[in-house]
């Protein structure tokens, strides 16, 4: 029986060290010694679980992390309230999980994600877009659900995630839940 088998979380262990590593010093910054040290696990288990190295990683993260979001998006809109205060909802949370973490363990999707390792390979890039596709499709099918014209559902789910990752993102660089406010606030007048 191999050492790997004695630890049985060590791929999870991997991935939610890798995860905070990607997200805190970014993709490039971020050495597989670095991942093995801080997850404390054997040192040959990151090729053991990922063979093909970081990108294999990177893109478990990506999809580990969308995952996340979707079944957060989804808990909220699937709420019996209209689409605008379900989504208004869901970020005043990140307002909370702002302030709680001090600003600190919360970078958006974006951030890292899509502009750091969408030009690195054709598979991140696909994987980002699908990342922001998903999340996406939870607000569409509630805005259709509504009543919503499919184009302009569409669009109106585009702009609100844009909006509440660019939000997140000020948040973060002006240590201030200002501008996730403001998104929350200017939700109704683009979903309603």
């Known amino acids: 029986m191999s050492s790997l088998s004695n630890k049985p979380n060590a791929r999870e262990a991997i ?34 679980y990922f ?6 990683l990177a893109l478990t993260c990506i999809h580990k992390t969308s995952e996340i979001v979707v079944r957060q ?9 209209a ?16 302030e709680e973490s001090d ?13 750091e390792t969408s030009c690195i390979s054709e598979e991140l890039r696909k994987a980002c877009q699908a990342v922001f596709k998903d999340w996406q499709d939870v607000i ?16 109106k789910a585009s702009v609100v995630v844009s909006l509440f990752e660019g939000a997140l993102l000020q ?16 939700i109704p007048g683009l979903l309603g």
């Not at 689409?83 to 702002?98: G, K, N, S, T």
């Open 15 to 48: 991935v939610d060290t890798a995860s905070r590593l990607f997200f805190t010093q970014g993709y490039h910054a971020t050495g597989l010694s670095q991942i093995i040290k801080d997850s404390d696990s054997p040192k040959g288990s990151l090729y053991y």
């Open 51 to 56: 063979p093909h190295g970081k990108e294999e």
């Open 73 to 81: 998006l989804k808990q909220y809109v699937e709420k019996d309230v």
């Open 83 to 98: 689409v605008e205060q379900a989504v208004q909802d869901f970020i005043l949370q990140m307002v909370r999980d702002a």
């Open 103 to 115: 600003y600190k363990g919360m970078v958006p999707f974006s951030f890292w994600v899509a502009v």
């Open 140 to 155: 569409l099918q509630r805005l259709l659900e509504e009543g919503t014209d499919a184009e302009l559902a569409a669009d």
């Open 171 to 186: 948040t973060l660089t002006c240590r201030s839940t200002g501008p996730l406010l403001a998104a929350a606030r200017m």
